[in-house]
């Protein structure tokens, strides 16, 4: 296995992802700020959080793949959300349990930051995701 998650003994718990990851393996795989906007550039899913986020997974997942990748690999996820508030976790999570099991998103997640900002690529993307991955 590349990748090992693991939450050492007297870390902060309960989170719904791991503290660190382990990784080895010669290929690393970065996979750009991806948001909610299908192939031919469209938004999806105007103003809702958890759908935005669940788009963006997909088309993480799809640079993923590209690089024979898959979420199993990844090391590191990172998270832009705009207008971030304590109220917009339940959304949060929401957007990614619901490709969680479509994507092969391990549970609990691998490393990650949730950055709150106050504007991303265009006024209507609420979330960008990237991802590290490693690959033998």
């Known amino acids: 296995m590349t990748v090992?998650?693991?939450?050492?003994?007297?870390?902060?718990?309960?989170?719904?992802?791991?503290?660190?990851?382990?990784?080895?393996?010669?290929?690393?795989?970065?996979?750009?700020?991806?948001?909610?906007?299908?192939?031919?550039?469209?938004?999806?899913?105007?103003?809702?959080?958890?759908?935005?986020?669940?788009?963006?997974?997909?088309?993480?997942?799809?640079?993923?793949?590209?690089?024979?990748?898959?979420?199993?690999?990844?090391?590191?996820?990172?998270?832009?959300v705009t207008r971030w508030t304590p109220e917009s976790y339940p959304a949060f999570m929401e957007g990614i349990e619901r490709v969680a099991d479509e994507l092969g998103i391990p549970q609990p997640l691998p490393p990650l930051s949730a950055i709150g900002v106050d504007c991303l690529f265009e006024p209507d993307v609420l979330v960008e995701v990237e991802a590290e991955a490693i690959l033998d």
Do not use: C, K, W
């Open 4 to 80: 090992e998650l693991l939450t050492p003994e007297g870390m902060f718990q309960p989170v719904p992802y791991h503290h660190v990851s382990v990784s080895t393996g010669s290929r690393l795989v970065h996979v750009a700020g991806q948001i909610a906007r299908d192939e031919a550039g469209r938004a999806v899913a105007p103003g809702d959080l958890a759908g935005q986020l669940a788009h963006a997974l997909r088309n993480t997942a799809r640079g993923l793949a590209g690089a024979g990748a898959t979420f199993g690999d990844v090391v590191r996820l990172r998270f832009f």
